[in-house]
């Protein structure tokens, strides 16, 4: 009923730019929410930034604000995620997920009922 296939990834260097892109088929894009979480190896699953579709609330991490930025284009089906000015601790595996339900701050990934495969993002210094 949600698929959530990203893509985007890559290897850049430090200061670099990347735009990881979530095409999302779902039933209904009415009270959904769309989030990027991202886990490096060894450590646990952190959230990232999350979007209200309906509305275009958004959510970031601190370790992410001022550099990344989330957004959805409507008539794709999509949740982009540009990450500026990476860092080598960016590097981890992405991954997009969604929820119906009211937009709220939920930074916890077991709030998120559905999840991508994943894609690598890795930052050389």
């Known amino acids: 009923q949600v698929q959530l296939v990203e893509s985007g990834g890559g290897l850049v260097q430090h200061g670099g730019s990347l735009r990881l892109s979530c095409v999302a088929s779902?039933?209904?894009?009415?009270?959904?929410?769309m989030a990027w979480f991202r886990q490096a190896p060894g450590k646990e699953r952190e959230f990232v930034a999350a979007?209200?579709?309906?509305?275009?609330?958004?959510y970031y991490a601190d370790s992410v604000k001022g550099r990344f930025t989330i957004s959805r284009d409507n008539a794709k089906n999509t949740v982009y995620l540009q990450m500026n000015s990476l860092k080598p601790e960016d590097t981890a595996i992405y991954y997009c997920?969604?929820?119906?339900?009211?937009?709220?701050?939920?930074?916890?990934?077991?709030?998120?009922?559905?999840w991508g495969q994943g894609t690598q993002v890795t930052v050389s210094s």
């Open positions: 779902v039933r209904t894009f009415s009270n959904i929410v």
């Open positions: 979007i209200s579709w309906s509305d275009g609330s958004i």
């Open positions: 997920a969604a929820r119906y339900g009211p937009w709220r701050r939920a930074p916890e990934s077991a709030w998120y009922n559905y």
